[in-house]
Structure formats: structure tokens, C-alpha cells
């Protein structure tokens, strides 16, 4: 139940930007073992999108 009231609340989230911020926080190690497409389709956006985020995140780091 605690799950999937986070989960609606991941979904209320302004910004792709900050579902992505909110999933690499919350389940760092996810970004290793699940596809790309999964995730997307997880936080509700595009897969073109989360692309991009992680592209962004990698020149800022």
C-alpha cells in the first residue's frame, strides 16, 4: 500500500526532471539492472526524454 500511494505521488511530480531526480535517489541501484525503456514507462515519460535527463546529468556531473 505504501508503494503505491509513493508511486502516485512520483506521478504528481512537476518535471520529468524531478521523477528522474526522485528515481535516482530512491532506487539507485535500478538504474543498473533495468532497461532504460522500463524506467521511462515507470516515471510516465518518453524514453527519448529520459535520454536526455541522463545526458544532462552526465555533463553536470
Known sequence: ???MAERTHVHKL??????YRYFTERFPE???????RH????LHI???TLS???TRRVVEC
Not at 524506467?39 to 515507470?42: C, G
Open 1 to 3: 500500500m505504501l508503494l
Open 46 to 48: 518518453r524514453p527519448e
Open 52 to 54: 536526455r535527463l541522463r
Open 39 to 42: 524506467i521511462a514507462a515507470f
Open 14 to 19: 512537476n518535471s520529468a526532471l524531478e521523477k
Open 30 to 36: 535500478a538504474l543498473q539492472l533495468v532497461s532504460q
